[in-house]
Nanobody, 119 residues
Framework: QVQLVESGGGLVRPGGSLSLSCVAS??????????WGWYRQAPGKQRELVAF???????NYLDSVKGRFTISRDNAKKTLYLQMDSLNVTDTGVYYC???????????WGQGTQVTVSS
């Protein structure tokens, strides 16, 4: 049994910062071979990939968050992070972490954490 739990969401003013974490637990020996993604979804909008980091450490970002967001991972702590700076209202949404395994399949999803940017 594997569980992903996001945390760190909340209400923040435009221009502010927020740090999200996603911790994996359960029947896990190592997450070294996993690739990770942060997704977000606003009401009535399509889910979009915000940031992605491969098992070998290559990171990719949605164009609108480049230079403002930083994705990172700590394999020893089995944790994925998303540092968000210079937030604006268009960053509002539910943020989900997703882990993809080299074996394929649906991977694992967290339950999401709400990020609201409002003045």
């Amino acid at each position: 049994q594997v569980q992903l739990v996001e945390s760190g969401g909340g209400l923040v003013r435009p221009g502010g910062s927020l740090s999200l974490s996603c911790v994996a637990s359960g029947s896990i020996i190592s997450i070294v071979s996993w690739s990770w993604g942060w997704y977000r979804q606003a009401p009535g909008k399509q889910r979009e990939l915000v940031a992605f980091v491969t098992s070998w450490g290559a990171a990719n970002y949605l164009d609108s968050v480049k230079g403002r967001f930083t994705i990172s991972r700590d394999n020893a702590k089995k944790t994925l992070y998303l540092q968000m700076d210079s937030l604006n209202v268009t960053d509002t949404g539910v943020y989900y972490c997703n882990a993809k395994l080299p074996e394929g399949g649906p991977g694992y999803w967290g339950q999401g954490t709400q990020v609201t940017v409002s003045s």
